[in-house]
Nanobody, 128 residues
């Protein structure tokens, strides 16, 4: 049974860094595209980043380009989101999900749709 568990969130000051982890069990990660999404109170869930099954293609929301980096470790069946220079507007609950329909060199930045297996999320708070 597929299970995704996010971790690594916390309280950080503006300009600080966090690394989120998405541990996948029940499936072999290398066959799936993985997406990171976030949802702030009162706002819709939005796509933050995704990585193709091969790891060769990554996409980012404009708001995080140059600050966030997504990566995957097939040996650990885990996907990471390194977040640097965090801003107050990055505060949200962050979720990961898998897309089993992607080709090897594609990942979708569309919320929902192809993605499933949502974890419980990890809270990121950015405040001084």
């Amino acid at each position: 049974q597929l299970q995704l568990v996010e971790s690594g969130g916390g309280l950080v000051q503006p300009g600080g860094s966090l690394r989120l982890s998405c541990a996948v069990s029940g499936r072999t990660l290398e066959y799936y595209a993985i997406g990171w999404f976030r949802q702030a109170p009162g706002k819709e869930r939005e796509a933050v980043s995704c990585i193709s099954p091969s790891g060769g293609v990554t996409n980012y929301a404009d708001s995080v380009k140059g600050r966030f980096t997504i990566s995957r470790d097939h040996a650990r069946n885990t996907v990471y989101l390194q977040m640097n220079n965090l801003k107050s507007e990055d505060a949200a609950v962050y979720y990961c999900a898998v897309d089993p329909t992607s080709t090897r060199s594609f990942c979708s930045m569309t919320v929902g749709g192809r993605y499933y297996g949502w974890g419980q999320g990890t809270q990121v708070t950015v405040s001084s």
